[in-house]
C-alpha cells in the first residue's frame, strides 16, 4: 500500500483547526476533489465553515461526512510533541485530530480518488458533506447543510460518517446508530424561612426527594435488538444559601436521558412530569434536545461495509449503537442509511491523541470497498 493517505493526514493535522476554526483544511480537501470531479458548493453559516462536494447526479448517493475541527489541546506541557505538529513514534501517529478525525478524512479523499480512477464511469453519485463545527455547539455545521439539502429535494442514499468506532483493532467495530440524547433542568419551587421554624415554610429537597428515588428506579424500556435501555441521570443538583439554618426556596435539577428508538422524546417528558406531579411538585422544566435517536438495520448499507471490513481485515465486525451523538443524527432526516466507520477511539479527546499508522491506508481501502460495493456497476441512466 502507498503512504498517500498518511500524507494527506499529517497535512490536515498541521492544519489549525481548533472547532470552530476550519483553518484551511477544506481548501486542501476541496482542491483534490475538485481534480477528481467533483462540484464544490460552500454552505458557510454563523461564522462555521461547511463544504458540500459531489460528483455525478444520479442516483443512489453516497455520501461521506465528517468534521475538520478538533477540540482543544489540553495543557501543551503535558502533549510529549506539538499537537499540530504530526511525529510518528512506535508506529503511532501522533497529533490533535490524528483519530477524531483527520485520519478519516483522508482516507475518504484517496479513496475516492483510486475508486474515481478505476471506475470513472460508476453508477450513481459520490459526495462529501463536511462541517468545522462538530465538536462544539453543533449549530451552523452539518445541519445546516441537512437544511439546505432538504429544501432543494436533495436526499442522500447511503452514508458514512468517519467518527473512530474501533475499540481495539481497525475494523472490529461500526456504529449503525446512535442514541437520542434529551436535557432538562428541573427547577422545584419551595418557600424559603427559618430551618428552626418548618411548618412555616416548604424544603423543595424533601419535596423532590421521594420523586428522584422513583424516578431513578424507572425503567424507561427495554432497548431493542440495537441498543440497550434509556438510561436517566442526574448530572447537578443544587439548593440552599449556603447557611445552615436556612430552608431553601428552590432547588435546580439538572439531568439527562439517553434514550433508544423505543422511546420517543414526548414519552419521556410525559412520564417524568407524572411522576413529578404525583409527588405534588411545584416545578418548572427547560427542555433540550440534543438529538434524536437513529437506526440503520442490517441491509444494503450495512453488509456492504461488513464486507468490505471482512475483506481488508480479516475481520467479522460488530454493529454497537454505544457512545455519544454525533452528526449522523442530523444526516439522518435526510439519510435513511447512516453508519459511523473510523480508526479506533482510544485516544480521542485525550492529551497525546494518536492513531496507528498501519490503520490509516486499510482504513481507505474499506471506504474504497463500499464505493465498489455500491457505486462500481457502471454509470445508470
Known amino acids: 500500500m502507498s503512504e498517500a493517505t498518511l500524507e494527506l493526514a499529517q497535512q490536515l493535522i498541521a492544519t489549525r483547526s481548533v472547532t470552530p476554526v476550519d483553518g484551511g483544511c477544506l481548501e486542501v480537501i476541496g482542491a483534490r476533489l475538485e481534480r477528481?470531479?467533483?462540484?464544490?458548493?460552500?454552505?458557510?453559516?454563523?461564522?462555521?465553515?461547511?463544504?458540500?462536494?459531489?460528483?455525478?447526479?444520479?442516483?443512489?448517493?453516497?455520501?461521506?461526512?465528517?468534521?475538520?475541527?478538533?477540540?482543544?489541546?489540553?495543557?501543551?506541557?503535558?502533549w510529549h510533541s506539538d499537537p499540530f505538529q504530526p511525529v510518528i513514534r512506535d508506529g503511532m501517529l501522533?497529533?490533535?485530530?490524528?483519530?477524531?478525525?483527520?485520519?478519516?478524512?483522508?482516507a475518504f479523499v484517496t479513496a475516492s480518488e483510486r475508486f474515481v480512477a478505476a471506475t470513472p464511469e460508476h453508477a450513481g453519485s459520490i459526495a462529501f458533506l463536511l462541517t468545522s463545527?462538530?465538536?462544539?455547539?453543533?449549530?451552523?455545521?452539518?445541519?445546516?447543510?441537512v437544511q439546505a439539502l432538504a429544501s432543494r429535494g436533495e436526499r442522500i442514499d447511503y452514508c458514512v460518517v468517519g467518527e473512530p468506532t474501533a475499540v481495539t483493532t481497525l475494523g472490529d467495530m461500526i456504529k449503525n446508530g446512535r442514541r437520542g440524547s434529551l436535557s432538562g433542568r428541573l427547577t422545584v419551587h419551595g418557600v424559603q424561612g427559618h430551618i428552626a421554624y418548618p411548618h412555616l415554610a416548604r424544603n423543595p429537597i424533601h419535596d423532590f426527594g421521594p420523586a428522584l428515588a422513583e424516578l431513578a428506579a424507572t425503567v424507561w424500556d427495554e432497548g431493542n435488538e440495537?441498543?440497550?435501555?434509556?438510561?436517566?441521570?442526574?448530572?447537578?443538583?443544587?439548593?440552599?444559601?449556603?447557611?445552615?439554618?436556612?430552608?431553601?426556596?428552590?432547588?435546580?435539577v439538572m439531568f439527562n436521558f439517553r434514550f433508544s428508538t423505543a422511546s420517543t422524546p414526548e414519552s419521556l417528558k410525559a412520564r417524568l412530569v407524572e411522576v413529578l406531579e404525583r409527588h405534588g411538585v411545584e416545578h418548572d422544566i427547560a427542555w433540550t434536545l440534543g438529538g434524536k435517536p437513529f437506526l440503520t438495520p442490517r441491509g444494503t448499507l450495512v453488509e456492504a461495509a461488513s464486507a468490505a471490513v471482512r475483506e481488508v481485515t480479516g475481520l467479522e465486525t460488530e454493529l454497537?449503537?454505544?457512545?455519544?451523538?454525533?452528526?449522523?443524527?442530523?444526516?439522518?432526516?435526510?439519510?435513511?442509511?447512516?453508519?459511523?466507520?473510523?480508526?479506533?477511539?482510544?485516544?480521542?479527546?485525550?492529551?497525546?491523541?494518536?492513531?496507528?499508522?498501519?490503520?490509516?491506508?486499510?482504513l481507505s481501502y474499506i471506504y474504497q470497498g463500499l464505493l465498489e460495493r455500491l457505486l462500481g456497476g457502471g454509470a445508470t441512466a
Open 226 to 252: 440495537y441498543f440497550p435501555p434509556t438510561s436517566w441521570q442526574v448530572s447537578n443538583i443544587h439548593g440552599g444559601t449556603g447557611a445552615s439554618n436556612v430552608i431553601p426556596g428552590s432547588l435546580d
Open 94 to 106: 501522533y497529533g490533535r485530530g490524528a483519530a477524531d478525525m483527520k485520519s478519516s478524512l483522508a
Open 320 to 362: 454497537s449503537t454505544t457512545g455519544g451523538t454525533s452528526d449522523g443524527r442530523f444526516i439522518a432526516d435526510i439519510c435513511s442509511q447512516v453508519i459511523e466507520i473510523g480508526p479506533c477511539n482510544a485516544t480521542i479527546h485525550k492529551l497525546n491523541e494518536c492513531v496507528a499508522v498501519a490503520d490509516i491506508e486499510p
Open 36 to 78: 477528481a470531479g467533483f462540484q464544490l458548493e460552500r454552505i458557510d453559516a454563523g461564522g462555521v465553515s461547511n463544504l458540500w462536494a459531489r460528483r455525478g447526479s444520479a442516483a443512489p448517493l453516497f455520501c461521506f461526512a465528517g468534521h475538520t475541527d478538533v477540540v482543544p489541546t489540553g495543557p501543551l506541557a503535558q
Open 133 to 145: 463545527d462538530e465538536e462544539g455547539d453543533a449549530v451552523d455545521g452539518t445541519v445546516r447543510v
